[in-house]
T-cell receptor
């Protein structure tokens, strides 16, 4: 079956530090990969996506590269801000179609201190 | 600018009580979903719908029911609430042409069963 494994949290960083949140996946077929962000008290929002191997998704200074050889989609940001404090979810989907095929990781809590 | 709206935001139930979580979206999306989010866990799909009159079970449907009489509304019914149903519930939607992973989420409903 399909699964997503994220690095354990919580992660605490100082403002302007470099961020990496690891995500690896197991999937049958050729998945699309996503990062969602959940700010305190809010629902999840799509942060970025990549639909095929070697694609790089980017948004708001965050980046993630779809690495088929290592089955990974690690999230990175060069300089985090206090406003980036949130929970980050890695997810995969097998093509378009049934909602059954969207699988989430367990989430990583990020806290950025001023 | 409403998007996906869930009510109530918070609710406390006694064991054996029933209730309905409401979800409505104003984006004319065909696909709608209900997820639950338990502490430290990823989101689990409860039920989903691909259009009015069509619903299907997700990963964890036991103890829940849904209906989809209109494109806009997708209520989730809890019958005979149990402590195991204590969770945060998220409703989400997407248009038919979007990929399976590109969802729009509501802000969540926090349910406690005592």
């Amino acid at each position: 079956g399909n699964s997503v494994t994220q690095m354990e949290g919580p992660v605490t960083l100082s403002e302007e530090a470099f961020l990496t949140i690891n995500c690896t996946y197991t999937a049958t077929g050729y998945p699309s990969l996503f990062w969602y962000v959940q700010y305190p008290g809010e629902g999840l929002q799509l942060l970025l996506k990549a639909t095929k191997a070697d694609d790089k998704g980017s948004n708001k200074g965050f980046e993630a590269t779809y690495r088929k050889e290592t089955t990974s989609f690690h999230l990175e940001k060069g300089s985090v801000q206090v406003s980036d404090s949130a929970v980050y979810f890695c997810a995969l989907a097998i093509s378009s179609g049934s909602a059954r095929q969207l699988t989430f990781g367990s989430g990583t809590q990020l806290t950025v201190l001023p | 600018n409403a998007g996906v709206t869930q009510t109530p935001k918070f609710r406390i139930l006694k064991i054996g009580q029933s209730m309905t979580l409401q979800c409505t979206q104003d984006m004319n999306h065909n696909y709608m979903y209900w997820y639950r989010q338990d502490p430290g866990m990823g989101l689990k799909l409860i039920y989903y719908s691909v259009g009015a009159g069509i619903t299907d079970k997700g990963e964890v449907p036991n103890g829940y029911n849904v209906s989809r009489s209109t494109t806009e509304d997708f209520p989730l019914r809890l019958e005979l609430a149990a402590p195991s149903q204590t969770s945060v519930y998220f409703c989400a939607s997407r248009p038919s042409l979007a990929g399976a992973g590109e969802l729009f989420f509501g802000e969540g409903s926090r349910l406690t069963v005592l």
